[in-house]
């Protein structure tokens, strides 16, 4: 099982990124899906996750409007694309692996496969 995250760099304050997740191993239509992050000095928090039953999205209050997650079952890829980035939102962003769930979690330890994370730096 791999999970591998790209797509970080850096953006000004305004700007968009889109992070990509890309698996092998096993089927990631059959699982839920997750975005987290870690910036310096802070713990890593959920970002986005979505179910394997209906695809239903969640989002963190703090992207809520801004981040969109999605998924190509067909290619084995995740996606997080990021609109009006903020320089809060600089951090390493991971992608993780869940389970076969009905709900969504922000709970790291439910998650049992993870990407290596990519840095996004949002600054003027």
């Known amino acids: 099982v791999q999970l591998q995250a790209s797509g970080g760099g850096l953006v000004q304050p305004g700007g968009s990124l889109r992070l990509f997740c890309t698996v092998s191993?096993?089927?990631?239509?059959?699982?839920?899906m997750g975005w987290f992050r870690q910036a310096p000095g802070k713990e890593r928090e959920g970002v986005s996750c979505m179910t394997s039953t209906d695809g239903t999205t969640y989002y963190k209050d703090f992207v809520k409007g801004r981040f969109t997650i999605s998924r190509d079952n067909a290619n084995n890829t995740m996606y997080l694309q990021m609109n009006s980035l903020k320089p809060e939102d600089t951090a390493v962003y991971y992608c993780a692996r869940g389970g076969a769930w009905s709900s969504g979690s922000y709970y790291p330890g439910e998650y049992d496969y993870w990407g290596q994370g990519t840095q996004v730096t949002v600054s003027s």
């Open positions: 191993g096993f089927t990631m239509a059959y699982l839920a």
